[in-house]
């Protein structure tokens, strides 16, 4: 079965070639938060930066991949020598926050606006008319009505990169490992990338034959609370890429590990240090590096949001596969040579390996 799946694994990573449609407080790299810097271009005049495009940058939330977005973001135009000038904004998960940021940016006169997670894209994309909205790590933009085709060209000034994830054969594969007989999922219910990740996760929960519990939050405040209200309930707990629970997820690794629940995160991005036994999801800082494409398309090639559409990451290496040997040790899991050896990054003994 192990070998039947390990086949499976690596055909969905090929076939997913087929989906595709169609720091900061000075001028140093660092994190952003809420400033405005100026990048391949510090030497102006400020005569002459004030001819600089204005890039508004407004992030959901603080977490380890959406921070791989932005650095993403600034390494690939830096790359190109775009000169730009960035407006950092964090909604610190607020969409109250986020409708403020846009209005900001409107009043700053940004020449392109950037929305890392859904609730700020969509108060981006709310708030403008007239200049390109560029989102990023974004599960299904056309549910979340940011674009109105998955077809190119299009009238809409609205562009970006997906994040959907193999939600099913994430499933299987945490099943597989662990033989649980009831997964458990946290999931922000005011999200629609939180609600759409938890129902394609039951629905893969169904086809297997394996009982789906969830527990619902507004905030990230809420997740170890919901997590430890059915923790006892559950063989293993998966945790999609929805960002205000994923923000959590140091609490909800403590929790399943005083639980002796194996965990499984779709973002392998902030794992390294935790008690998972598996991660399996995007690399998030090339992410990034396709958002920065897309925005150089844009500001040095004219090309309208429209033509560009929905970006699909299709490459196999786009995703990372890690396992946690010192965790699988102590729950008396075993993980087969054959899957060991499809992972870009192993922890054994405290150490990570990388390969």
């Avoid at 005049?45 to 959406?66: C, F, N």
């Avoid at 994040?163 to 997964?183: F, R, S, Y």
Wanted: charged letters at 20%; glycine letters at 6%.
């Amino acid at each position: 079965m192990k070998k039947m799946f390990l086949i499976s694994l690596t055909i969905l990573l090929v076939g997913i070639l087929f989906i595709s449609c169609g720091k900061k407080q000075s001028d140093e790299v660092q994190t952003p938060a809420a400033t405005t810097q100026t990048t391949a271009s510090a030497a102006k005049a400020p005569e002459a930066q004030a001819t600089v495009p204005l890039i508004g940058v407004s992030k959901i939330i603080t977490h380890d991949a959406l921070d791989s977005v932005e650095q993403g973001i600034q390494d690939h135009l830096a790359s190109k020598n775009v000169q730009v000038r960035y407006d950092w904004q964090n909604a610190n998960g607020d969409p109250s926050t986020a409708n403020s940021i846009a209005q900001k940016f409107k009043a700053d006169k940004v020449s392109l606006a950037v929305g890392i997670g859904t609730p700020v894209a969509v108060a981006l994309a709310n708030t403008f008319a007239d200049i390109p909205v560029i989102f990023t790590a974004i599960t299904d933009p056309l549910d979340a009505n940011l674009v109105p085709s998955y077809t190119t060209p299009y009238d809409a000034n609205t562009a970006g990169v997906s994040d959907m994830n193999p939600v099913d054969a994430q499933i299987k594969l945490l099943v597989e490992l662990t033989g649980a007989k009831t997964v458990g999922n946290v999931y922000a219910s005011g999200e629609a990338n939180g609600v759409l990740l938890m129902e394609e996760a039951k629905a893969a929960c169904a086809e297997l034959g394996v009982e789906f519990v969830t527990a619902a939050v507004a905030n990230t405040s809420e997740v170890m609370q919901a997590l430890q209200a059915i923790i006892g309930r559950v063989d293993a707990v998966y945790i999609a890429t929805d960002n205000t629970v994923i923000s959590a997820l140091p609490s909800i690794a403590d929790v399943a590990a005083k639980a002796s629940v194996p965990l499984m995160s779709a973002d392998p991005s902030g794992v390294e240090k935790l008690d998972f036994l598996v991660a399996w999801g995007f690399n998030y800082y090339k992410i990034g590096l396709a958002t920065g494409r897309v925005i150089e398309e844009i500001l040095v090639n004219n090309k309208k949001p429209g033509e560009i559409g929905t970006i699909f990451l299709t490459e196999p290496t786009d995703f990372e596969l890690w396992f946690n040997l010192d965790v699988a040790k102590k729950l008396g899991i075993t993980i087969s040579d054959e899957l060991l050896a499809e992972a870009a990054v192993i922890i054994e003994g405290g150490k990570k390996i990388v390969k």
